[in-house]
């Protein structure tokens, strides 16, 4: 959506951008290590989720240790055709102290909700568990008799009441603008409507990749969030998908 040639050379060509040496190795930094915390606390949950407050516990408790790790970890990978014996590392200071604490904050605040989350399901008695974390999503369609692979990775699937919950982590700033159309044909013109576009992209193919049988057309539907309601039948039926305050679910197959 940002520029097909952009979208080309990186995913067809596969030719790797320039180092970047700009603030956005900083937020990049700070996205990997957010995800792959998470992704671990998910796998855990998945595991036990009757566990949680155990499990949350002391994710929280060894907060410190585990973003300071993760954050190695992610100055790494960014260096990875380096020798990594040849590269210093230090949190204490700058702009990676910056980071570091950023992300602490992040994850700190993702666990408090997460909590919220568990208590209000056995509070109100309705069913609440992670289903994935780093879930991969593919589907092929034909395109004037082409045969075109799309694929995406769901950074959580959850089931909320019976409904499956397609969740995408956002660390950067996201316009809430962006997350309310009128007409859903409007996301496909421009970039303001990027992550709704990526969401339902994400809606789309888990309902190919486990066959629960929605329509390409789909019938009127309702995309939730609290200061809006859209309706609009060019949508998938029965989608309701979460992004921040904006939430795409599937009902499960039978």
Do not use: W
Request: net charge negative; with cysteine; aromatic share 6%.
């Amino acid at each position: 959506l940002n520029c097909p040639l952009q979208f080309y050379l990186k995913h067809v060509a596969k030719i790797e951008p320039a180092e970047d040496i700009s603030e956005s190795v900083e937020q990049k930094l700070i996205g990997n290590a957010i995800h792959d915390l998470l992704d671990k606390i998910g796998d855990l949950l998945i595991e036990r989720p009757s566990d949680y407050p155990r499990i949350i516990g002391e994710a929280l408790q060894d907060m410190d240790t585990s973003v300071e790790k993760a954050m190695r970890k992610a100055v790494l990978q960014e260096h990875k055709n380096s020798d990594e014996n040849k590269i210093y590392i230090d949190l204490s200071r700058g702009k990676s102290f910056l980071a570091t604490e950023v992300v602490k904050k992040a994850v700190t605040s993702y666990l408090s909700k997460l909590k919220e989350d568990f208590e209000q399901a056995e509070k109100e008695q309705y069913s609440f568990k992670i289903l994935a974390t780093e879930q991969k999503l593919t589907a092929t369609v034909n395109v004037d008799d082409q045969a075109i692979k799309l694929k995406g990775f769901a950074d959580r699937i959850d089931l909320r009441k019976g409904l499956v919950t397609l969740l995408d982590y956002k660390t950067g700033y996201v316009d809430d603008k962006g997350l309310k159309c009128d007409d859903l044909s409007d996301i496909f013109t421009g970039t303001e409507h990027k992550q709704l576009l990526q969401l339902l992209m994400y809606a789309y193919l888990y309902d190919r990749d486990q066959g629960l049988g929605v329509s390409d057309q789909g019938t009127a539907n309702e995309i939730q969030n609290p200061k809006s309601k859209i309706q609009n039948p060019s949508a998938p039926k029965n989608v309701n998908c979460q992004l921040s305050t904006v939430n795409f679910s599937l009902p499960l197959s039978p």
